[in-house]
């Protein structure tokens, strides 16, 4: 309000479009200018996430007329449990280890000053790699005949089986990997805007490094630290490429078993890949809320 | 006491450098590698072949596109997030909170799911792929240009406008010389953001393109999930780092240099933290 009367003064004083500029703030321009954004968005994953779900019902069919069943959902139950499974499992794990290593780089990151820079460099460095490259590079790592393999001097068929193998460790490693940079990233910037003028208080009131990083540092970490993780958990829940390259052909996760129906050449497949693609969404979606009630119950939360 | 907690430290330093390089290594290696056979430790010998085998498989071309679609994601997006994140700062939009998760959603919601589904759509209207990966793409990087804007005008004192209005600046002039300054490190992060988005993505270009459009991550996802092509899967992963490195130093230099004057305006919190550096404090 203040703003708005002072910049009103102002526009009088230099003489022009006080009219135009006051119409500026007013509320119905401000909701004009989300149109694009808002129609934009809710165009894709309404008509995205629609089209998916009157498919999986059999309401939108390639061929023939459009019936109701919900055989689809049927069809894939047997398989739906065991790659949802292995879906939660891929996301609990890489979310837990970029947590984990995420949090400490950004401590590390704001805490001390040596060697700071080289470790910002390379956490920063790994941010704008795609993650179809990380998983080629991971795999040319740790597949029989990869770079540690080779190192260790393990010839390739007593190699574990890292990539491909029953457990997606490949997969794992990869996701920690790139995500626990996004991770370090959001939880040093929610740190370094608040946390030296707190942590100084702190330290002049008496407290040690131990009880600093419990009752200053932590706090305020984390509702941004919440709010990475659950980013991190949907995004491998849905992710495609990373689980299709470095995985098993069977177990497979929710996306690739998605994506494999999508392109199987049977047409009745086509709503099965969406009653998979449902099942994700809802999953994810789930989730997502979940996260939001934690952070809105986080005290330091806005 | 305070030996083995630096020790400790210096311990979980070094194995954070190891986490986030080792992954990049093999990238190198096998980019440079003539021939290396599968006991050796490191390749035996050199060349820089494979980059010209990987351009021999149109990656070039494909480089091109990528590029196109990055910048084409990033010029939609940042704008149109910068639009909303500013209404959305201002406090002028009705239902704020319901806009801010429209516009977020995006980001909780399985890409692969949205874009299986819309694709009959898209075919039914008969829109041209690139228009629909396109479209998909801008969607996917709105929540992260609204985000990033709407903290960059969350911090921008709309006062420093005022002022140079009073001074008798013309509304051009306040555009150019204060609120575009003010703003730039945040534009410049969206817009890498954006940018990345259409230059990492996979899957949209693979459903909606059916496979005929192709980008770079087509290139390494094709040469990747065959065997025994390691130097080109290397090359071409490599031919798909520069781009958006480039791109991320481009945004972090523009950054530093358009919010020096700013820190100098802050120059007491520069003290905090010195104060809080030394060991003294610490």
Known sequence: ?302 | MRRPAQLLRGALAGFLVVWFLTPLIPLVLWAGAEGWSGVARLPERWSLDAFLTALGEGSGIALLRSLALGTAVAILATPTGALAARALARGTVRRPRLVAAVLLAPVALPVFAVVMGLNVVLLRLHLPAPIGILLVLVVAALPYTTYVMRVAYGAYDVAYEDEARTLGASPWAVAWWVRLPLLAPGVASATFLAFLVGWSDYIVTLVVGGGRFVTVPVLVASAASGTGNEPTVAALSIGALVPPTLALTAAALLRRRLTRPAVRLREPARADRALASTPGAA
Do not use: C, N
Request: charged share 10%.
């Open chain 1, 1 to 302: 309000m203040g703003a708005r009367t002072r910049r009103g003064m102002a526009t009088t004083r230099s003489g022009r479009g006080a009219v135009t500029r006051a119409a500026d703030t007013h509320s119905r321009r401000g909701s004009l200018a989300v149109v694009p954004a808002v129609a934009a968005v809710l165009f894709v994953l309404g008509a995205g996430l629609g089209a998916a779900l009157l498919q999986s019902l059999g309401l939108m069919p390639l061929v023939g007329d459009p019936r109701l069943t919900i055989a689809p959902y049927l069809d894939v139950r047997t398989y739906l449990f065991g790659a949802a499974g292995l879906s939660l499992l891929i996301a609990s794990a890489s979310t837990l280890l970029a947590a984990l290593v995420g949090l400490t780089t950004a401590l590390h990151l704001v805490g001390s000053r040596r060697g700071q820079r080289v470790l910002a460099v390379l956490a920063t460095a790994s941010i704008p790699v795609p993650h179809l490259v990380g998983a080629a590079s991971v795999g040319l790592l740790l597949a029989d005949g990869g770079l540690i393999s080779r190192w260790l001097g393990v010839p390739a068929d007593s190699w574990p089986a890292l990539v491909a193998g029953r457990w997606p460790v490949a997969v794992v490693i990869e996701y920690a990997w790139k995500e626990s940079a996004f991770v370090a990233l959001v939880v040093t910037a929610s740190l370094t805007t608040r946390a030296v003028s707190y942590l100084e208080t702190a330290a002049l009131l008496g407290a040690g490094p131990w009880a600093r990083l419990r009752h200053v540092t932590l706090p305020l970490a984390g509702p941004s630290l919440v709010a990475a993780s659950a980013i991190t958990f949907v995004y491998t829940l849905g992710s495609y490429e990373v689980a299709w390259l470095l995985g098993a052909a069977y177990p497979e996760p929710l996306p690739v078993m998605s994506y494999r129906l999508f392109t199987s050449t049977d047409l009745t497949a086509r709503p099965q890949a969406m009653a998979v693609a449902v099942m994700t969404t809802a999953l994810a979606a789930m989730v997502a809320v979940a996260a939001l009630g934690l952070l809105r119950r986080m005290a330091a939360w806005r």
